[in-house]
Nanobody, 115 residues
Framework: QVQLVESGGGLVQPGGSLRLSCAASGFTFSIYYMSWYRQAPGKERELVAGISSRGSTNYADSVKGRFTISRDNAKNTVYLQMNSLKSEDTAVYYC?????????WGQGTQVTVSS
């Protein structure tokens, strides 16, 4: 079955960096679009970044120039490098894939940006 396991979250000061990882299993990772979402307290879940099977990427305007999504098909892993973090980046970050019109989510990893 499809499994997505995020890791790499934590507490970081404003201006700092974190790299999130999402380890995938149970499907042919290399052919599927992968994405990162986040959900802050009291807010709706929002798309942060996505990457196609060929490596094409897209980003939310709020993270362009600061975040980078990448994938390693040999390791079945998608990454989110987050630089110049701001307090408004504080959220639970989720990894997602969609197959046959069904969405699969990881359990999420907390990112807290605070001094």
């Amino acid at each position: 079955q499809v499994q997505l396991v995020e890791s790499g979250g934590g507490l970081v000061q404003p201006g700092g960096s974190l790299r999130l990882s999402c380890a995938a299993s149970g499907f042919t990772f290399s052919i599927y679009y992968m994405s990162w979402y986040r959900q802050a307290p009291g807010k709706e879940r929002e798309l942060v970044a996505g990457i196609s099977s060929r490596g094409s990427t897209n980003y939310a305007d709020s993270v362009k120039g600061r975040f980078t999504i990448s994938r390693d098909n040999a390791k079945n892993t998608v990454y989110l490098q987050m630089n110049s973090l701001k307090s408004e980046d504080t959220a639970v970050y989720y990894c997602k894939t969609s197959q046959l019109a069904k969405d699969f989510w990881g359990q999420g990893t907390q990112v807290t940006v605070s001094s």
